[in-house]
């Protein structure tokens, strides 16, 4: 995968989960030293893994173009050529599990973080104890409500699609004789 195929879409991804990485990290490493050098050193390096493990995640998966195909296939677009079964597998399992159960578990980590954070600013005033649990609030409230808004309208056609590749796959030989 070369850097170029990621579109200005991948790159915003990318740039938007590096910052909200980095300042998790800031607030975190704000809680052990005051240090403004260590605090930012963190803050920039936690940024670039985020990116690091972003663009790995998606040359693992055969490239940005390919995971951009995959995504239009199951929106009702073609079949993408060129990206392996066994990813085409994957990421429709992965679909499916995402507009499952990791719906209502995404939104009851949401509820329970939000009151811990809650709970931090009104009971104990804990300011970097609100910011770490309310952003990891906010962390699971946008992935539930991405896969609410996003992916649940297209869960039946990945369950179709899904079901479809795995009966070619388990497709029994006959018997020789």
């Known amino acids: 995968m070369h850097l170029r195929e990621i579109d200005a879409g991948g790159w915003l991804r990318a740039a938007g989960a590096a910052v909200f990485g980095g300042f998790v990290a800031t607030v975190f490493t704000a809680r052990f ?3 403004v050098t260590a605090i930012v050193l963190v803050g920039s390096a936690t940024a670039l893994g985020v990116v690091v ?5 998606w040359a693992g998966g055969g490239g940005h173009a390919a995971h951009r195909a995959l995504q239009a296939w199951v929106r009702g ?4 050529d060129g990206v392996r079964r066994d990813r085409k597998v994957r990421f429709l399992r992965d679909i499916v599990d995402r507009t499952g159960w990791y719906l ?3 939104a009851a980590l949401a509820v329970v973080f939000g009151a811990t954070a809650v709970a931090d600013l009104v009971g104990d005033h804990d300011v970097d104890g ?3 649990t309310g ?6 409230a946008v992935l539930t409500v991405r ?6 309208p297209h869960r039946e056609r990945a369950q179709l699609l899904y079901a479809e ?3 070619t796959e388990r497709t029994p030989e006959p018997p020789a004789r």
């Open 147 to 152: 896969g609410i808004v996003v992916d649940r």
């Open 104 to 106: 209502w578990l995404g």
């Open 135 to 140: 952003s990891t609030a906010v962390v699971w």
């Open 165 to 167: 590749l795995v009966m």
């Open 53 to 57: 493990v972003v663009v790995a995640a």
């Open 130 to 132: 609100a910011l770490l």
């Open 77 to 80: 677009g073609p079949e993408p």
């Open 33 to 35: 030293t005051g240090s």
